[in-house]
């Protein structure tokens, strides 16, 4: 009798350290996938951050942010602008990142033909779609007569790179004043200085 009690006592001990050893497997196997798991999520936001960076350097380095002050020969002043030379106005377009909403002073006023114009950069890429603005002094023998949207053109502007010597077409014209502003962006950015052309519709006076 006693033989048998030792025999199921022992035996159960047997079941007992097996169960136990069962469990901790499970655990260890748990913990295994939750690690993989958390590495992968860590590999997707590593990805997030990396793409994220390339975009914004990309943007940063599409657009001449400031410039010489230097404008096309030929190009005349405006004899008496509706914004001043010198006065402050408010920008109501969005050319550049922070550029709408943004206090500007007027550096210089100047009377010629503003155009929209789809260019295929120089460096290669997708063409820019209804760039604004080139104007008449920035086109390659325009001539002072204004020229009709679907006219084929070659750029002498250098406002973004690649534009240069850009093959383009005239998507619309529109004879008015244009302006030479500085303006610090609404999203804090750095001053831009002698930023070429906002039309007098993209104005308001402070």
């Not at 104007?135 to 750029?155: F, M, R």
Request: glycine residues 10%.
């Amino acid at each position: 009798m006693k033989s048998k009690k030792l025999l199921i006592g022992i035996v159960s001990l047997v079941l007992m350290l097996a169960a136990c050893s069962n469990n901790n497997d499970d655990k260890s196997t748990d913990n295994s996938d939750m690690d993989h798991g958390n590495m992968q999520m860590d590999d997707k936001n590593s990805n997030t951050d990396d793409s994220k960076t390339d975009d914004s350097s990309m943007d940063m380095g599409d657009m001449d942010h400031s410039g010489t002050g230097e404008v096309p020969e030929g190009l005349k002043e405006a004899n008496n602008p509706t914004v001043k030379v010198g006065s402050n106005a408010i920008v109501h377009s969005e050319h550049m990142e922070g550029m709408n909403g943004a206090k500007a002073t007027i550096v210089g006023a100047f009377d010629t033909v503003a155009y929209a114009v789809t260019y295929t950069p120089t460096i290669g890429g997708e063409p820019v779609k209804n760039h604004k603005w080139v104007i008449q002094e920035e086109i390659k023998d325009a001539g002072t007569k204004t020229l009709e949207p679907g006219t084929k053109v070659t750029l002498n502007a250098d406002h973004m790179e690649g534009m240069m010597g850009a093959a383009g077409t005239i998507d619309s014209a529109e004879k008015t004043t244009v302006y030479m502003i500085d303006y610090t962006p609404t999203n804090g950015g750095e001053k831009v200085t002698n930023h070429q052309w906002v039309t007098e519709s993209e104005l308001s006076v402070k």
